[in-house]
T-cell receptor
Framework: DVKVTQSSRYLVKRTGEKVFLECVQDMDHENMFWYRQDPGLGLRLIYFSYDVKMKEKGDIPEGYSVSREKKERFSLILESASTNQTSMYLC????????????FGEGSWLTVV | KQEVTQIPAALSVPEGENLVLNCSFTDSAIYNLQWFRQDPGKGLTSLLLIQSSQREQTSGRLNASLDKSSGRSTLYIAASQPGDSATYLCAVNPGNNDMRFGAGTRLTVKP
């Protein structure tokens, strides 16, 4: 069965902390994505990666960076967490090509205080 | 820029009703459209994927249609059940994997 795993479901961090959100997929997918979801704003793409060490900015990359050293793992990094980054973060993956289903993890709830 | 709209934002129906959820998009140049279900506090689960060359897809009690030229898709749920209560989102793929999501329709099916 397809699986995208986000290691942390709930986190509380302090302003200014460096935060790592980890995502692992077991489907050998080339594409991986990080979204944030906020009430009234829907899902917004932060970054995506189409291959190891490759990344593309999405709509809202400011304040975030990503790392993809291995095909199965895509990390989202908040260099210096701020309260406006309190949100639900969703990782997703899909196979190479444009006609493939996208699969999501369970989400990580981040609260920055 | 592609805009995806879902109306209504919320819908409440009695158990057993057939219902239709609507999704509209502004740019008809899409590669595919996908419908998702999201339970509170959880991630998104893919329900149906329709390629741009297709008109509809069916899975069990769910049927999704796509009219690319008019920029519309509908998700039809037959014989609704309380377990169908969730938020339903549609997303369009413009061809670069930068999927655009609607804000969702929150469905409540009352026993």
């Amino acid at each position: 069965d397809v699986k995208v795993t986000q290691s942390s479901r709930y986190l509380v961090k302090r302003t200014g902390e460096k935060v790592f959100l980890e995502c692992v997929q077991d489907m050998d997918h080339e594409n991986m994505f990080w979204y944030r979801q906020d009430p009234g704003l829907g899902l917004r793409l932060i970054y995506f990666s189409y291959d190891v060490k490759m990344k593309e900015k999405g709509d809202i990359p400011e304040g975030y960076s990503v790392s993809r050293e291995k095909k199965e793992r895509f990390s989202l990094i908040l260099e210096s967490a701020s309260t406006n980054q309190t949100s639900m973060y969703l990782c997703a993956s899909s196979g190479r090509g444009l006609g493939n289903t996208i699969y999501f993890g369970e989400g990580s709830w981040l609260t920055v205080v | 820029k592609q805009e995806v709209t879902q109306i209504p934002a919320a819908l409440s129906v009695p158990e057993g009703e057939n219902l239709v959820l609507n999704c509209s998009f502004t740019d008809s140049a899409i590669y595919n459209l996908q419908w998702f279900r999201q339970d509170p506090g959880k991630g998104l689960t893919s329900l149906l994927l329709i390629q741009s060359s297709q008109r509809e897809q069916t899975s069990g009690r769910l049927n999704a249609s796509l009219d690319k030229s008019s920029g519309r898709s509908t998700l039809y749920i037959a014989a609704s059940q309380p377990g169908d209560s969730a938020t339903y989102l549609c997303a369009v793929n413009p061809g670069n994997n930068d999927m655009r999501f609607g804000a969702g329709t929150r469905l409540t099916v009352k026993p």
